[in-house]
């Protein structure tokens, strides 16, 4: 079943996003965003992190809720990474109905095996959503550490499901987990 989705705060706050048609994007609910957007706004989190002017990276991004829900928030600008076409094509479609292509890019990718940062600075925030049980997350981790994608520090934003486990990695220091129905949210500072 397909839920109608909307930005839900910021200069965007009530326009509507463009879902899948069908299951095979899974999209971070209004709700859960607007837990995690919460959660970044307001919660010390040991290091001057700001979302206000951040560079944010979107990986698995689906639909591009995520970041857009951050442009909207203040953020200053988005790299969406999704290596499928049906991703790519929502995340275009919403970009442009919120006039958000001067400040974002959509790069098709696979999150899990990013390579080398080379022609962009890096980025202090991250969302990583991969699909549920398909041992991407480490992976995507590893990726953005090895290829010098995040500043130091960063935070990330990464989604798994509920009973889902998140090994500690190298250079990534766990600050918050909550759950909210059947997703996990587990924020990781890196660097």
Known sequence: MVFPMRITAGKFKGRALI?????????????VRQAIFNLLEHHQFGFSFRLEDARAIDLFAGTGAMGLEAL??????????DDSPQSRALIRQNMESLGLTGA????????????ALDTLSPFELAFLDPPY?????????????????????????AETQKNENLPPMEGYE????R????????ILKYG
């Not at 909207?72 to 990474?81: E, P």
Request: glycine share 8%; proline share 6%.
């Open 19 to 31: 879902a899948p048609k069908d299951a095979s994007v899974r999209p971070t609910s209004d709700k």
């Open 72 to 81: 909207s928030r203040g953020a200053r600008y988005c790299l969406f990474i």
């Open 104 to 115: 974002s890019k959509i790069w098709r990718r696979d999150a899990a095996g990013l390579g």
């Open 133 to 157: 049980r398909r041992n991407l997350m480490e992976p995507a981790l590893a990726g953005l550490r090895d290829g010098r994608w995040l500043t130091t520090p960063a935070l990330v934003v």
């Open 174 to 177: 766990l600050l918050d987990r």
């Open 179 to 186: 759950s909210y129905g059947d997703t996990s949210v587990v």
